[in-house]
């Protein structure tokens, strides 16, 4: 069991940039595939990006990749998502998940992730 906890959400406006922060605790962090997803009002969850154990190996939307990267500090059980020139549609609520067995070719599909945090909200405006 790992519990997941979000932060470093807010207001920004069109161009800026956020960081998020997702803290694990429980298990060892090391064990598992991290991945970061968001969910907009009357949408489904979608795929952001997810890394690797070692943080070798990295995945992005298309939406995404370019503008945000996805790092993990394996020693403070801490996966972070740093946004750059965000969008009006980058607006959403963006979860962390973690799964000890998800696959590089399912790293984009939530159901493959057992463990979610809360959310943090990330408004950005025009």
């Known amino acids: 069991q790992v519990q997941l906890v979000e932060s470093g959400g807010g207001l920004v406006q069109a161009g800026g940039s956020l960081r998020l922060s997702c803290v694990a605790s429980g298990r060892t962090f090391s064990r598992y595939v991290m991945g970061w997803f968001r969910q907009a009002p009357g949408q489904e969850r979608e795929f952001v990006a997810a890394?690797?154990?070692?943080?070798?190996?990295?995945l992005y939307a298309d939406s995404v990749k370019g503008r945000f990267t996805i790092s993990r500090d394996n020693a403070k059980s801490t996966v972070y998502l740093r946004m750059d020139s965000l969008k009006p549609e980058d607006t959403a609520v963006y979860f962390c998940?973690?799964?000890?067995?998800?696959?590089?070719?399912?790293?984009?599909?939530?159901?493959?992730?057992?463990?979610w945090g809360q959310g943090t909200q990330v408004t950005v405006s025009s």
């Open positions: 998940a973690g799964d000890e067995n998800v696959i590089f070719s399912d790293y984009a599909s939530p159901s493959k992730y057992d463990y």
């Open positions: 890394i690797s154990r070692s943080g070798g190996s990295t």
